[in-house]
């Protein structure tokens, strides 16, 4: 099946060299990264977290995502999912290699990740969230293509296979869990310290996953003829409908917990993310843009995916989705992370911009990302089209 990935119109190739590109120059940033150090990022000691831990904990909610599809496929028997699952697994395994290289690019010299291995810690949250990650990419693997196969072969999967599907839908579950703890079990950051992290990491993930997967079946269905079926659609919407508006209701919930009972750790870190934190007759203010276009873009998207005749149409739809996954990369792919640094426990502020060769690492992944999925997808669009001419 590998080599369907060598055939492909023009497009195709046009789009793998523009992704290259970007590839080549986040390799050429990190490799400078690689031999400076990470004195060339926009981190320090009172900001040890910036743009590489964000975007890995908004891409685990996208690998995350795909149960949502599982889910209904195989445990309630919703068969109008069956075109699309594939593509659920496809994108997973693209998001947690995106995770693993940013966990890299965080760490500065790879080969610290070996003490993972070497020096396991099982008191240490980070040790089980290496277990969960690595276990749901080699799981997507496996059974995306076992299954591939034999829907190439117009023959039943394997039943052994389902034993590492359904264990697949708790370990979906469960890398987003471990990273919500590695947050909220750390003490010392009062805006992290909460229990209502995980679930509003699951809802944004349910939501943002199924959103990016529709804007995929979009795509495919324009530059490659696959159609996911408009009732499998559907299906998507509501669900990202239902996980969106209780994503928003638990952000609700921490600002109402902030202000009313007054606590000045959540309180403050939602003032600097809502509307800037005056300290020492300076106001501090860089995340309020990015914290508003969050709110504008969730719900609007809510209200626009709400709306009947919006699903009929597909530049509608898609871009809904589009303002949707926007929405919540601009809450947890940037606010929450470095909200939690503001203010330090010393309660001084210490703003992080990330520097040209961070942004520049981060679009190399996005690019490496992009450019895994857009080859699993060529593969998984290949066996379709081989099927239906049989």
Same mark, same amino acid.
């Given at each position: 099946m590998i080599e369907k990935t060598l055939k492909g119109k023009p497009a195709y190739w046009i789009w793998l060299a523009f992704l290259g590109m970007f590839m080549a120059i986040g390799a050429a940033c990190y490799i400078r990264q690689y031999n400076i150090g990470l004195s060339l990022t926009g981190m320090s000691r009172d900001v040890s977290w910036g743009l590489y831990i964000s975007q890995f904990t908004f891409l685990v909610g996208g690998a995350a995502g795909g149960v949502m599809l599982l889910l209904p496929y195989y445990i309630h028997n919703f068969k109008e999912f069956g075109r699309i699952t594939i593509l659920g697994e496809f994108m997973a395994i693209a998001a947690i290699i995106m995770c693993l290289m940013f966990i890299m690019a965080d760490l500065g010299q790879p080969m610290r990740a070996l003490n993972v291995l070497l020096y396991p810690s099982p008191q240490s949250i980070l040790f089980y969230d290496a277990i969960v990650l690595n276990a749901y990419l080699y799981i997507n693997i496996l059974c995306g293509w076992v299954i591939l196969t034999a829907e190439r072969k117009q023959v039943k999967p394997p039943k052994w296979i389902y034993f590492f599907i359904y264990l697949s839908i708790p370990l979906a579950i469960s890398i987003h869990t471990v990273t919500a703890m590695l947050y909220?079990?750390?003490?010392?950051?009062?805006?992290?310290?909460?229990?209502?992290?995980?679930?509003?990491?699951?809802?944004?993930?349910?939501?943002?996953?199924?959103?990016?997967?529709?804007?995929?079946?979009?795509?495919?269905?324009?530059?490659?003829?696959?159609?996911?079926?408009?009732?499998a659609m559907n299906k998507l919407v509501t669900i990202i409908i239902y996980a969106a508006i209780l994503n928003?209701? +638990?952000? =609700? @919930? #921490?600002?109402?917990?902030?202000? $009313?009972? %007054?606590?000045?750790?959540?309180?403050?870190? &939602?003032?600097? !993310? +809502?509307? =800037? @934190? #005056?300290?020492?007759?300076?106001? $501090?203010? %860089?995340?309020?843009?990015?914290?508003?276009? &969050?709110?504008? !873009?969730?719900? =609007?998207?809510?209200?626009?995916?709400?709306?009947?005749?919006?699903?009929?149409?597909?530049?509608?739809?898609?871009?809904?989705?589009?303002?949707?996954?926007?929405?919540?990369?601009?809450?947890?792919?940037?606010?929450?992370?470095?909200?939690?640094?503001?203010?330090?426990?010393?309660?001084?502020?210490?703003?992080?911009?990330?520097?040209?060769?961070?942004?520049?690492?981060?679009?190399?992944?996005?690019?490496?990302?992009?450019?895994?999925?857009?080859?699993?997808?060529?593969?998984?669009?290949?066996?379709?089209?081989?099927?239906?001419?049989?």
């Open positions: 909220c079990g750390l003490g010392g950051r009062h805006f992290w310290l909460t229990a209502i992290i995980a679930p509003r990491f699951l809802a944004s993930a349910f939501a943002a996953g199924p959103a990016l997967i529709i804007i995929a079946c979009l795509i495919l269905k324009r530059v490659a003829g696959f159609d996911a079926g408009r009732k928003m209701f +638990f952000v =609700g @919930l #921490e600002l109402f917990v902030g202000y $009313y009972s %007054n606590i000045p750790g959540h309180k403050h870190a &939602f003032e600097y !993310l +809502f509307f =800037g @934190l #005056e300290h020492n007759g300076h106001v $501090y203010n %860089n995340l309020v843009p990015f914290m508003w276009g &969050f709110v504008v !873009l969730g719900f =609007g998207a809510i209200a626009v995916l709400l709306t009947p005749a919006a699903r009929k149409n597909d530049l509608v739809l898609g871009l809904g989705c589009g303002a949707l996954f926007l929405a919540f990369w601009l809450d947890k792919g940037i606010g929450f992370v470095l909200a939690g640094f503001v203010p330090t426990p010393m309660y001084d502020v210490v703003e992080y911009i990330p520097t040209a060769n961070e942004i520049g690492i981060t679009i190399g992944i996005w690019a490496t990302g992009l450019f895994v999925v857009t080859v699993l997808y060529k593969i998984a669009i290949g066996v379709e089209h081989e099927v239906e001419k049989c």
